[in-house]
Every structure is written in C-alpha cells, then in structure tokens.
T-cell receptor, first 114, second 109 residues
Framework: AQSVTQPDIHITVSEGASLELRCNYS??????LFWYVQSPGQGLQLLLK??????LVQGIKGFEAEFKRSQSSFNLRKPSVHWSDAAEYFC????????????FGQGTTLQVKP | SQTIHQWPATLVQPVGSPLSLECTVE??????LYWYRQAAGRGLQLLFY??????ISSEVPQNLSASRPQDRQFILSSKKLLLSDSGFYLC????????FGEGSRLTVL
C-alpha cells in the first residue's frame, strides 16, 4: 500500500539549533517527493521537491532534503532554525502521471524555543 | 504564475444545511484540480480530483460532491452537512508541482 509516515508528531528545537524532520514512504513506482509547510490557518506552501537527479535538493527558506532510496526516506533539514520556522510540515509522495495525486504524511508540528 | 482563490475563507453551518465551496484558478489553463480535506490534528486527505471540465473522480465515499463547470472553476458541495464534514478544505492545482489555495475552514454545528 502507498503511504507516507512522519514519525514525529511534534518537535521542539531552540532557535539557532539544527533541525531534521523525518519522512518515510512506501510507494510502488518511482516516487516524486515533496515537503510542504503550513502556518496556522493558512494553505500549504511548497518548500522543495525531488523528481530525479541529485538526491540532495535545496528549497526555499534555507531548507534542504535528501532522498535515500535504500531507506525509503526523504528527510528535511535546516542548519539553523529561526523562530519564523514554527509551523506544521508535511511530507508527500506522488507520481506525475495524468492524475498527479499526492499522498501526505500526518504532519510534524515544529515549535521553536527562543 | 498561477493563483488559486478559495471562498468563503470561513463558514459556520448547521447540520443538515447545504454547502458550496468555490475554487477558481488564474494564470494557467486546463489544470488538474483537487479538493483535499484536513481534519483537526490530521494530515490531508484527497477527496476529489478533476482532469478537465465535467470530469470528476472521487477518492473516498462521503457526503460531499464536486463539480467542474468551467476549466478554472472547481466546486465542492453537499446537500446536507454532517458534523463530520467539519474541517479545513484545500483546493489545489497541478503543474509539475502541486500548489494549494489558502483554504476554507468549515465548522458544522
């Protein structure tokens, strides 16, 4: 079955500390992988995506993610977290065929301590 | 670049009342359009998608329906709302990536 797992429901880090949000997926075909961020009451903003090529992808706001096929993972990282990064983060997997449907993880809520 | 407009942004409706949430897109033509629902404390669930005018695919059996009367318009409806229909509804479109609107928050009382 196709699924996305974000093992950490809630993470708290101190401002300036490094961050890693975990994402594992189960997908039968070649996966296309995404990370989205959602501020309270807002829609989802695309942080970064992986389609093919270099397995380390750079996104907006200083985020990066690494695709590891052997581990079925696509973890999101940031070297130094800012207070404005506090939000909910969603990992998603999909195919870019005709339907373009995405399967989302349950999300990880990031809290940033001053 | 494409933009997605959703309205109303918030809605409070009694159980048994009808629903209409509208999504319109600009800056693109013949997009794939999607309705996702986000229940409190949960991830996003795909409800419907459309690859063209009048073409609707339902992902989960439910009390809701969708229609696409125009290329850039996608409507989510219900004839009689249930309490379980409460949630945050997001319209999305696909180019190479999937982009989301700002959402419509529905509270059914």
């Amino acid at each position: 079955a196709q699924s996305v797992t974000q093992p950490d429901i809630h993470i708290t880090v101190s401002e300036g500390a490094s961050l890693e949000l975990r994402c594992n997926y189960s997908y039968g075909a070649t996966p296309y992988l995404f990370w989205y961020v959602q501020s309270p009451g807002q829609g989802l903003q695309l942080l970064l995506k992986y389609f093919s090529g270099d397995t380390l992808v750079q996104g907006i706001k200083g985020f990066e993610a690494e695709f590891k096929r052997s581990q079925s993972s696509f973890n999101l990282r940031k070297p130094s977290v800012h207070w404005s990064d506090a939000a909910e983060y969603f990992c998603a997997v999909g195919a870019l065929g005709n339907t373009g449907k995405l399967i989302f993880g349950q999300g990880t809520t990031l809290q940033v301590k001053p | 670049s494409q933009t997605i407009h959703q309205w109303p942004a918030t809605l409070v409706q009694p159980v048994g009342s009808p629903l209409s949430l509208e999504c319109t897109v600009e800056g693109t033509s013949n997009p794939n359009l999607y309705w996702y629902r986000q229940a409190a404390g949960r991830g996003l669930q795909l409800l419907f998608y459309s690859v063209g005018i009048g073409q609707i695919s339902s992902e989960v059996p439910q009390n809701l329906s969708a229609s696409r009367p125009q290329d850039r318009q996608f409507i989510l409806s219900s004839k009689k709302l249930l309490l379980s229909d409460s949630g945050f509804y997001l319209c999305a479109l696909r180019r190479r990536e999937v982009f989301f609107g700002e959402g419509s928050r529905l509270t059914v009382l």
